[in-house]
């Protein structure tokens, strides 16, 4: 695709379209060019920058503890500033622990690398239409860093314009009550809304301004610019994947083109196959996890902004501007994600369009295998997740803040609801019964059938996979919906409570009570720790599984025992999911009633947690604690759930990265079968009401909100 002197001017020229974040790196401690002797010192700025932010939320607190209960704006906009600065450190600390990771994810993609080693330029070197496609490429490519850098002035800006205006407000006002109002002892006015006890009226006087100054500057600058250079890599690396894949859809619209031969038209195809491969496994892994703390981060700020806003709004149109200043720059980091998220999946859905928009009818059989192949595999899209929490796209950013107005709704719905879940719960029985007709087509011993039997099975799996649902119109279908409440009451012994130590009035209520507090505390703890030890079994199986998928066309395998080798791993697989369907039969009824109880059980503790905040903090720390313990039941669930449902999508991936390519005709079709069979990837189901999913317990939190900030009538 390029010489490399052309690598390396492009290199230089998209380097410098990211020239300001470079440099704000660079004051963060973080070097996004060649490494250097100096880059040590790099990392120690880093720490003094982390230590100064962290040590900055003393004055936070302080502030926190004095005016809780009469001063809300105030207090909710130093819990804004404290939650995103915590944000920004995570992503120094992410910075920190992986820096050739993203310095070597950034190089290959200001080099266009991944281009670089397409071998179909090669292929199509000496025909008329190489030219003409490297021209397209290249337009695609430039349009993109384009718009990576509109996007980059535009968050540089909203950032810059509230860090600029609080530390420019806090040095005027100290100047101006100094050496205008010629107070030496004046309250200083620090860049964030802090307090510290002993120094606040001392004004320039050294340490008391000159310390507290430097600390909230280091909070400010981690707040504002901190993480800035994070979302920035991001962006670039994102638009750099979306880039990839219009150029591959523009490869593949060429796969039939006139002035390719026939002859180089299977290669040709291979060719796009590879470059498909490698843009598959390029981006998601690095930000997987450190996104999901922006989410929900995130979340809480909006919230608090929002909440500061509603207030100050009608007291103060200062409160109300900066609150606004606020939400622009923190929330346009949520926003950048999400957006740029939708895009990677927008052109993701375009790849099998262009497989199947080609003109392969008149084709040879293996050029229409591998677009047949193609367009089942692709059919399974990209996604940028937010660990296992979500994905990036537009409908998680819409259901974001959908969640913060959702926390200011009343009940008054609830009783007119119970006629629909009539419906869906009847519905869901429906949906459940259809979902068993596939896995019985699959379950029979297909493998050693003639071909006609085979062909059946197949159209029948293919044509069972679209359940039957009871649907309402064209609107929705009937499935169980999510919702509950409850209530509870306290125990009481009112012929023993005013007895003392006389027995037995002290000793049987005393008796019951340690039963009710064994059972509550370790009653089912076996219980939960075998469904952790056979979940990870079964987690561990499906990931061998895939192992020994990937070895199916080792080339230490015999050709002539691929196939046999193929039909062990498809037993295997069989197998798995029926242990998966056994744990699942034993475990899902008493699992819902794991979910209701914890339902009423996080909802109580979190209502009196706001109730005790500003009158114990010794309720709100023994809430705290049963808000812990009650709680890691449900999360060790989800989360185990969670690994078992990613475990068990690995398997139609491992089938599909095996060389099958050249592999014969019986190979590829029990290949094929095993892709459309494992797309049905197995779950742990909750009974009927939904999944064992990380998804699933933050819909359980939210409805706890609910509960709890809804208005009694």
Same mark, same amino acid.
Request: glycine fraction near 4%; hydrophobic fraction near 45%; charged fraction near 15%.
């Given at each position: 695709m390029y010489t490399s002197e052309e690598a390396a001017a492009l290199e230089e020229r998209n380097y410098h379209?990211?020239?300001?974040?470079? *440099? +704000?790196?660079?004051?963060?401690?973080?070097?996004?060019?060649?490494?250097?002797?100096? /880059?040590?010192?790099?990392?120690?700025?880093?720490?003094?920058?982390?230590?100064?932010?962290?040590?900055? #939320? &003393?004055?936070?607190?302080? $502030?926190? +503890? *004095? &005016?809780?209960? =009469? /001063?809300?704006?105030?207090?909710?906009?130093?819990?804004? =500033?404290?939650?995103?600065?915590?944000?920004?450190?995570?992503? +120094?600390?992410?910075?920190?622990?992986?820096?050739?990771?993203f310095y070597s994810l950034l190089q290959r993609a200001c080099r266009h690398q991944l281009l670089l080693d397409c071998e179909l330029f090669e292929l199509i070197d000496d025909l008329p239409m190489a030219a003409k496609m490297r021209q397209q490429v290249n337009e695609i490519m430039d349009g993109f860093w384009l718009n990576t850098r509109r996007q980059l002035l535009v968050f540089l800006y909203s950032i810059c314009l509230t860090t600029i205006n609080n530390l420019f407000m806090s040095l005027g006002m100290n100047f101006y009550r100094y050496f205008i109002a010629h107070n030496e002892s004046f309250d200083m006015v620090l860049p964030l809304p802090t307090l510290y006890p002993s120094c606040m009226d001392k004004g320039f006087a050294f340490p008391c301004f000159h310390v507290p100054m430097f600390l909230e500057s280091c909070g400010l600058y981690l707040c504002g610019l901190g993480g800035i250079g994070f979302d920035v890599i991001f962006i670039a690396l994102c638009l750099h994947c979306v880039a990839l894949m219009k150029t591959l859809c523009h490869m593949i619209e060429c796969a039939t083109d006139g002035e390719l031969p026939q002859e180089r038209r299977v290669q040709y195809l291979r060719c796009c196959i590879y470059q498909y491969q490698r843009v598959a496994s390029y981006l998601n892994e690095c930000y997987k996890q450190i996104i999901l703390g922006q989410f929900l981060l995130s979340l809480l700020v909006w919230g608090l902004v929002l909440f500061t806003m509603s207030i100050g709004i009608s007291t103060s149109a200062t409160t109300t501007l900066r609150m606004m200043m606020y939400l622009a720059a923190a929330g346009y980091q949520i926003v950048i994600y999400c957006y740029n998220g939708q895009r990677f999946t927008s052109a993701s859905e375009e790849i099998p369009a262009a497989f199947y928009a080609c003109a392969w009818q008149a084709e040879n059989r293996e050029f229409r295998r591998l677009i047949y192949m193609m367009i089942? *595999? =692709?059919?399974?899209? #990209?996604?940028?997740?937010?660990?296992?929490?979500?994905?990036?796209?537009? @409908?998680? #950013?819409?259901?974001?803040?959908? !969640? $913060?107005?959702?926390? *200011? $709704?009343?009940?008054?719905?609830?009783?007119?609801? #119970?006629?629909?879940?009539?419906?869906?719960?009847?519905?869901?029985?429906?949906?459940?019964?259809?979902?068993?007709? @596939?896995?019985?087509?699959?379950?029979?011993?297909?493998?050693?059938?003639?071909?006609?039997?085979?062909? $059946?099975?197949?159209?029948? +799996? !293919?044509? =069972?996979?679209?359940?039957?649902?009871l649907q309402v119109s064209w609107f929705t279908t009937m499935e169980l919906p999510t919702f509950l409440w409850f209530t509870a009451l306290p125990a009481l012994y009112p012929g023993c409570m005013d007895k003392g130590m006389t027995f037995p009035y002290y000793h049987i209520p005393m008796l019951l009570e340690t039963f009710a507090l064994y059972i509550c505390g370790m009653g089912a703890f076996g219980f939960d720790v075998i469904f952790i030890v056979l979940c990870l079994h079964c987690v561990g199986l499906m990931q061998s599984l895939c192992h020994m998928i990937e070895c199916a066309t080792a080339s230490e395998l015999p050709r002539e025992l691929r196939v046999q080798y193929?039909?062990?791993?498809?037993?295997?697989?069989q197998r798995v999911a029926a242990f998966a369907l056994e744990l699942n039969a034993c475990f899902r009824q008493i699992i819902l009633i794991q979910f209701l109880l914890s339902l009423l059980v996080w909802g109580l503790v979190l209502f009196q947690m706001s109730v005790g905040i500003a009158s114990s903090f010794l309720t709100t720390l023994r809430m705290f604690m049963y808000l812990a313990a009650g709680g890691y039941q449900i999360v060790i669930y989800c989360y185990n759930g969670q690994l078992f449902a990613s475990a068990a999508e690995q398997i139609p991936k491992a089938f599909y990265e095996c060389n099958w390519h050249e592999e014969s005709q019986e190979f590829r079709q029990l290949v094929r079968m095993m892709i459309m069979r494992s797309n049905r990837s197995f779950k742990l189901d909750v009974s009927w009401f939904s999944t064992m999913t990380l998804p699933t317990l933050m819909s359980v939190r939210i409805l706890d909100m609910i509960y709890v900030c809804t208005p009694v009538v």
């Open positions: 379209n990211l020239r300001e974040i470079i *440099r +704000i790196n660079y004051t963060i401690g973080f070097n996004s060019r060649t490494p250097t002797r100096w /880059d040590f010192a790099l990392r120690l700025w880093s720490m003094v920058l982390i230590i100064g932010g962290l040590i900055s #939320f &003393y004055g936070h607190w302080q $502030l926190f +503890i *004095r &005016y809780v209960a =009469t /001063d809300m704006p105030r207090v909710t906009e130093s819990v804004t =500033t404290v939650l995103q600065a915590s944000t920004s450190i995570l992503k +120094i600390i992410y910075f920190l622990r992986a820096p050739r990771e089942m *595999r =692709t059919n399974r899209g #990209f996604k940028l997740q937010v660990s296992w929490f979500s994905t990036m796209t537009l @409908p998680t #950013f819409a259901w974001s803040t959908s !969640m $913060l107005t959702a926390l *200011r $709704l009343t009940t008054y719905l609830i009783a007119a609801t #119970f006629q629909v879940v009539i419906y869906c719960y009847n519905g869901q029985y429906f949906a459940s019964a259809s979902e068993e007709i @596939p896995a019985a087509f699959y379950a029979c011993a297909w493998q050693e059938e003639n071909r006609e039997f085979r062909r $059946l099975i197949y159209m029948m +799996i !293919m044509r =069972t996979n679209r359940g039957f649902k193929l039909r062990c791993c498809i037993y295997q697989y």
